[in-house]
Structures are given as C-alpha cells and as structure tokens.
C-alpha cells in the first residue's frame, strides 16, 4: 500500500529555517518523480520544488529559487525541503506528492507559517 508521511511544519519567525519530511512507503522515492506543493490561505495549491529519478534532477518555483533545496535519502526512503530564509508569504500547506508511474500519490499535509 502506497502511503506518504509528511512531517516538520510548525510556526517559525521570518528568517527562519524549518525542514519538511516525506516518508514513502509502497514504492522506492529513488525511482519516482517526488514534488512538494503548498497551498496558502484563499490561492492556488503552488508546485514548490522537485526532484526527478533521473539523475536527481531538480526544480524549484522562483519564488524559493536559492532558499529552498529539495533532496532524497534513499536508504530511509525519504524526500526532504530545506526551507532557509523563510517569509510570511512561505505560509501554507505543504503536500508531498509522488508519481512512482502514472498515478499520483499525496500525503495529508503540514501546515507551515511564518510569522512574528
């Protein structure tokens, strides 16, 4: 069964650093296209940042460009988002979704917010 675990939101003042986890079970996050999205209060869900089985390549919104840093531990089989230099407008939800083949697989979320 296809199951993703996100963990590490929480409330941080702007500035600050916070460290998302996406534990994956059913399939290997190594040989799949993992992403994490997040929706903001009255938006759009966002794609944030992403990291693909070939080659590990990476992605990321311009918004997080040189903040965020996505990235993968295959031996725990886990997806991470570094958030540094974090802004009030970085305050959301955040989803982690998975596409081990075709069909797209998310966690429950975690609410991220910003604020001082």
């Not at 089985?53 to 531990?73: E, L, Q």
């Not at 407008?89 to 429950?108: I, L």
């Amino acid at each position: 069964q296809v199951q993703l675990v996100e963990s590490g939101g929480g409330l941080v003042q702007p500035g600050g650093s916070l460290r998302l986890s996406c534990a994956a079970s059913g399939f290997t996050v190594s040989r799949a296209a993992m992403s994490w999205y997040r929706r903001a209060p009255g938006k759009e869900r966002e794609l944030v940042a992403s990291i693909f089985s070939t080659g590990g390549t990476t992605n990321y919104a311009d918004s997080v460009k040189g903040r965020f840093t996505i990235s993968r531990d295959a031996a725990k089989n886990t997806v991470y988002l570094q958030m540094n230099s974090l802004k009030p407008e970085d305050t959301a939800v955040y989803y982690c979704k998975g596409r081990p083949a075709v069909v797209d697989y998310w966690g429950q979320g975690t609410q991220v917010t910003v604020s001082s």
